[in-house]
């Protein structure tokens, strides 16, 4: 099956082409147009520009997507993400799609945001997805733990409570002047500095439960910044290392109990904190140590961003499973949860 994917959830428009057999899902063609730079200004995004960008971008962003081939490929269906996200800016990939599976008879799929960064590891990957398997979802709005029985089968296991992990990488970023976006930031100051050199919390360690919370360890920091024995000159690549060795122990720490409770037998990391390469080796090591036997999958850090070729891979499954949805019944939802 060949699967047009569509993705407009945020600030980056993305249009991906994939081709799947029984398990496998293989990434064809991506291309991705990037505000990075826009939101840059106001170290976030704007809705409304984000919006304004999308609908400049995501026409031409077809066209060269499709014509690299001079006779198109056929499609089998078309993947968008119809949430959650930024409203104005789901809402145009969500109607571009609905106007190409009329204008084309093509059958449409409705595939969840989060849903497409659980399945973003297993792109390119010939070995079958062996369940029960736990995901570990983890970006600027969002930080969950959720467990899968099957293709499209999911259970909340945990959740943030307040900000997400990446909502303090980024506002880190922001206290210490690194810019825009946060966790890339972090990480590359983080290099240069000692994790162990403030005493930060780790939130909800004790807790017997799979939740987190971040604005508790945002506070820890913003105190920390502002007393005036910190010199921000000397001191910034501590803060970054010591602010991303509390996120990457916590989000570990809690992802190890959720493979314990179910028996998991893969583990998924997804979402943009996930080209965090401390995060990225933490959780491999320790699941290596202690699940031996436990897959550990971890997408390449293309597909960490927002991208259609994790909407197309999500989609495909839905699409095999002939779980296709009448374009007049699609509509953009930026609360719709994946459980």
């Known amino acids: ?31 991705v147009a990037s505000q990075a730079a ?27 997507l499709l014509g690299a081939w001079k006779t198109p490929p056929k499609l089998d269906a078309i993947a968008v993400t119809g949430g959650p996200g930024l409203f104005s800016s789901l809402m145009v990939g969500v109607e571009t799609a609905k106007a190409l599976a009329f204008a084309w008879d093509v059958p449409l799929v409705r595939v969840n945001h989060i849903e497409g960064h659980v399945y973003s590891p297993s792109i390119g990957v010939q070995t079958p997805l062996r369940f029960p398997a736990v995901a570990l979802i983890v970006s600027g709005g969002h930080t969950e733990l959720i ?6 089968q999911y259970r909340l296991m945990g959740r943030t409570r307040d900000d997400a992990a990446g909502e303090a990488f980024d506002k880190t970023a922001h206290l210490l002047g690194l810019g825009y976006p946060g966790g890339p930031a972090i990480a590359e100051s983080a290099l ?4 162990a050199a403030f005493d930060l919390p780790r939130p909800m360690m004790k807790e017997k439960n799979l939740d987190f919370s971040f604005a508790g360890l945002k506070t820890a920091v913003l105190y920390a910044v502002k007393d005036v024995r910190f010199d921000i000159k000397v001191s910034k690549n501590d803060m970054a290392a010591s602010v991303q060795a509390a996120i990457v122990e916590v989000l ?28 990225r080796g933490a959780l491999a090591g320790r699941i290596a140590d202690e699940f031996p036997f436990t897959d550990v999958r971890i997408p390449k850090k293309s597909h960490t961003t927002d991208n259609a070729v994790m909407i197309a891979a999500a989609g495909y499954h839905h699409a095999r499973r002939k779980r296709f949805v009448r374009p007049e019944r699609i509509a953009a939802d930026p609360n719709w949860e994946l459980v």
């Open 252 to 279: 570990v720490e809690k992802t190890v109990r959720a493979v314990r409770a179910c028996k998991a037998k893969t583990v998924l990391l997804g979402g943009g904190v996930a080209a965090n390469d401390a995060l």
């Open 1 to 31: 099956m060949t699967i047009l994917g569509i993705e407009s959830s945020c600030d980056e428009t993305a249009v991906a082409l994939v081709r799947g057999s029984g398990d496998t899902v293989r990434e064809t063609r991506s291309l």
């Open 192 to 195: 240069a500095g000692d994790p």
């Open 147 to 152: 467990a899968m029985r099957g293709h499209g």
């Open 38 to 64: 826009t939101h840059a200004k106001t170290a976030g995004v704007v809705p409304e520009v984000a919006a304004r960008e999308h609908v400049g971008a995501i026409i031409p962003l077809l066209d060269a």
